[in-house]
């Protein structure tokens, strides 16, 4: 079955910019979406088909996808964005969706 | 406003049967597809099964296959997942979510608070 891979966790100052990568086989064939999950609450949408942005999520948030790797992109991080990160796609040959294991994102 | 409330959730031993169900607001149910995904206790998001608008298709993660049922009752506006056999390993956290489309899967737009499920002699 299809596997996306993302890094455990990273680190990043206020202020500046986070670049949470998602590996797949030939992802850039697929549509990527990501989901922002705060400590205790439920995922949210973030981007959906690899760069637009759901009304409501800012600007500093943003997509791309291409090749084997999927991006999401947060500049000028704020203590707020501090959370887990998971990318996804549906697989349509195992007709199964899938997610990848998530990125813990901790602002310093 | 969009809203999805889960219910159904507990403490099921081993063996056992469980059913939840997803009430939607604020929308127009009978045009989305409809999920079920779970996170098991300090793990990641792992998708479940999904429901086509019309209930028609339903697909399931192969770790549920037989012993999960989805489904939906568009009249009231409230999906289910019909859980048998339960094991210790369903222990999770299970989220409903609204897809971004009625047919073919997407992607998930509107997420519930979750349920919680303890499976445990």
């Known amino acids: 079955s299809y596997v996306l891979t993302q890094p455990p966790s990273m680190s990043v100052a206020p202020g500046k910019t986070a670049r949470i990568t998602c590996g797949g086989n030939?992802?850039?064939?697929?549509?990527v979406h990501w989901y922002q999950q705060r400590p205790g609450q439920a995922p949210v949408l973030v981007i959906y088909y690899d760069t637009d942005r759901p009304s409501g999520i800012p600007e500093r948030f943003s997509g791309s996808n291409s090749g084997n790797t999927a991006t999401l992109t947060i500049s000028r991080i704020e203590a707020g964005d501090e959370a887990d990160y998971y990318c996804?796609?549906?697989?349509?040959?195992?007709?199964?969706?899938?997610f990848g294991g998530g990125t813990k994102l901790s602002v310093l | 406003q969009v809203q999805l409330v889960e219910s159904g959730g507990g403490v099921v031993q081993p063996g056992r049967s469980l059913r939840l169900s997803c009430a939607a607001s604020?929308?127009?149910?009978?045009?989305?597809?409809m999920h079920w995904v779970r996170q098991a206790p300090g793990k990641g998001l792992e998708w479940v099964a999904v429901v086509s608008f019309d209930g028609g298709t339903k697909y399931y993660v192969d770790s549920v296959k037989g012993r999960f049922t989805i489904s939906r009752d568009n009249s009231k506006k409230t999906m289910y997942l019909q859980m048998n056999s339960l094991r210790a390993e369903d222990t999770a956290v299970y989220y409903c979510?609204?897809?971004?489309?009625?047919?073919?899967?997407?992607?998930?737009?509107?997420w519930g608070q979750g349920t919680t499920v303890t499976v445990s002699s």
């Open positions: 604020g929308f127009s149910f009978i045009n989305y597809a």
């Open positions: 996804q796609v549906w697989d349509a040959s195992s007709t199964h969706l899938v």
């Open positions: 030939n992802i850039g064939s697929k549509s």
């Open positions: 979510a609204r897809d971004l489309h009625g047919g073919w899967p997407v992607g998930m737009d509107v």
